[in-house]
């Protein structure tokens, strides 16, 4: 096995992903900024921005007008044709467009360096995307109609005003700091009235030009013109932003119903996770200490009864007993280990994943970047621990391995100010290992749902087989990390 596994295994491109769970990459590692230089400043960095911002204004008009005419041109015909009903297609055809340009224009925002604008959730949570649906729900949607009104009339009339006015800025700043080169070229007549001369009034008939103060005029309005353009597409921009954001942007209360919905999906996975660990509790009791015991009671009642007449053979049953219970001993002591181990309650997660490895059929290379003092809250240490050792022994039993890597971190995500907890557990094996009901790995999944994680997995036949559980953990680690 080489770093390559790890590094493939988390990347969203090929990571199967428990349903209704978030991508994986919400989880990714932030580039660390460069420690050998700090990022400009005040006035020097909106002109580190200038740049990209000019890149979004400057092609705002074309993109502005090829929006108008294809909305207007698809919507109107729409209409025109509804009573026929192959207008309503048409419409919807329209309202997708619009989603589409409205794309566009978040994408734009994001590369002239503004901060992401969350999306709508264009398919409601739990609602199957039928045929039907996607034919005809955006005519219910509001975004949809948001969209359209934004591609076809607002965002038209700022782009115009916006591209208008920096095409002003940047011509005014390139042709005043350029008039000397080419202000030969203009007619030198007494029909010409040059800026310095229209300012101060001195032209007529009989009157010249001032080329020496034309240009030194000019060469101040065009460094007028540059010196405050930064200010200019940083406005621009963030009037594009501004309007996006409301028009473009999820709703907060959608953001409140997503909340709810994983909040309720938790908690029922959670239930269900702790209804079959009860579940498998009493069929483990049922099937092994409960029917020692059965045999340990009527060991003793048969010692009873041959106590007087056979006494041999009742220190036999009685030495029988004995080994009954203390098989039934060791067998509780092994469920025990199974709700709470006590190396987990008394040593913490990292001492508890290496008595893990140790007890491993397979070589295991333990790969734990997380400080060995820190403790996590107690339902993600004994989550992390039972999902750990249920890889183990799928591997062992299933996979055909000969070495197994457990990978465990903290990655701090600070986009959403948030930490995960990284478990990877990667073989080199058969592969082929699928995430259905019924199997071991649904198991888990509903675990990490439990928790608001999110159970990954990529086995292709073949081999290796790498499966990664994220947890969320919610509470600030200060310096624990290890980095």
Known sequence: MTNDT?????????????????????VQPASKPAESGQSPTGYLSLWARTPRELGFLLP??????????????????????????????????????????????LTRLRWAGQPAITPPQW???????????????????????????????????VGVVSWSI????????????TYWIWSWSLPNDSESVGLFDLITGSFGPDSGQNLAAENVLNAALGLAFLLTLPFVTRGMVLMHQGIASVMLGAWSSEALQREVADLSASRGA??????????????????????????????????????????????RLLVEARE???????????????????????????????????RSTVPVQLELQVDRDLRLPSEIERSSYFIAAELLTNVAKHAGATGIRLHL?????????????????????????????????????ERLKGLRGILSVRSPHGGPTAVGAHIPVVHDLGSSVVR
């Open 324 to 358: 009954q219970a203390r098989d039934t001993l060791e067998e509780l002591r092994a469920l025990s280990r199974g709700l709470v181990p006590p190396i987990l309650q008394d040593r913490g997660l990292i001492v508890a994943l290496e008595s893990l490895a140790a």
């Open 270 to 315: 959670a239930v269900s996770a702790e209804d079959q660990s009860l579940r498998r509790l009493e069929r483990d009791i049922h099937d092994g200490p409960q029917q020692r015991l059965v045999r340990l009671q009527m060991d003793l009642a048969s010692a009873e009864r041959r106590l007087d007449d056979d006494p041999d053979a009742a220190r």
């Open 166 to 177: 920096v095409i002003v800025w940047l011509s005014g700043a390139l042709g005043g700091l």
């Open 409 to 445: 971190e903290l990655r701090r995500v600070p986009e959403d100010d948030s930490t995960w907890l990284d478990l990877w557990v990667i073989d080199n094996g058969r592969g082929g290992a699928v995430l259905q009901d019924g199997h071991g790995l649904a198991g888990l999944d």
């Open 6 to 26: 790890l590094n493939s295994a988390t990347g969203a491109g090929d990571t199967t992903e428990s349903p209704n769970s978030a991508t994986l990459s919400i």
């Open 123 to 157: 398919t409601p949570r739990g609602e199957p995307a039928t045929p039907l649906r996607a034919i005809l729900g955006p005519l219910v949607s509001g975004h949809y109609w948001l969209y359209l009104l934004h591609g076809m009339i607002v965002n038209f009339i």
């Open 60 to 105: 705002t008009l074309p993109i502005v007008i090829v929006s108008l005419t294809v909305l207007v041109t698809l919507f109107a015909t729409g209409v025109s044709l509804v009573a026929l009903f192959v207008g309503l297609f048409i419409v919807v055809a329209a309202l997708y467009a619009a989603r589409g340009f409205g794309v566009v224009e």
